[in-house]
């Protein structure tokens, strides 16, 4: 079992940056791969941003790409999603997810394991 808990999100003025955090526990964090996913009512979790277990391979949403970097400390067992560039429209829930799968997962029913999310506002 991994647990994980999202921190970081709140409310930023359009433009603005945040750096959003995912602490997990419970299993080999390295032996995942992790990415970071977003909802808004009434829509499905899209997906945003995946890194591979080592941290050497990454993979992006094409409306992501540009504005969105994601990282791992695998000592510190914590992931990261740095944004840029806010607009009113990536306001959401995000949320990281774990997954003991290979390859390049950009499908929320391959991730295994959720964090509760964190709410991420960006006002006009």
């Known amino acids: 079992q991994v647990h994980l808990v999202e921190s970081g999100g709140g409310l930023v003025q359009a433009g603005g940056s945040l750096r959003l955090s995912c602490a997990s526990s419970g299993q080999t964090f390295s032996n995942y791969y992790m990415g970071w996913f977003r909802q808004t009512p009434g829509k499905e979790r899209e997906f945003l941003a995946g890194?591979?277990?080592?941290?050497?391979?990454?993979y992006y949403a094409d409306a992501m790409k540009g504005r969105v970097t994601i990282s791992r400390d695998n000592a510190k067992d914590r992931l990261y999603l740095q944004m840029n560039s806010l607009k009113p429209e990536d306001t959401a829930y995000y949320y990281c997810?774990?997954?003991?799968?290979?390859?390049?997962?950009?499908?929320?029913?391959?991730?295994?394991?959720w964090g509760q999310g964190t709410q991420v506002t960006v006002s006009s």
């Open positions: 890194i591979n277990g080592r941290g050497l391979s990454t």
């Open positions: 997810a774990a997954s003991s799968l290979l390859g390049i997962l950009a499908t929320a029913s391959l991730y295994e394991f």
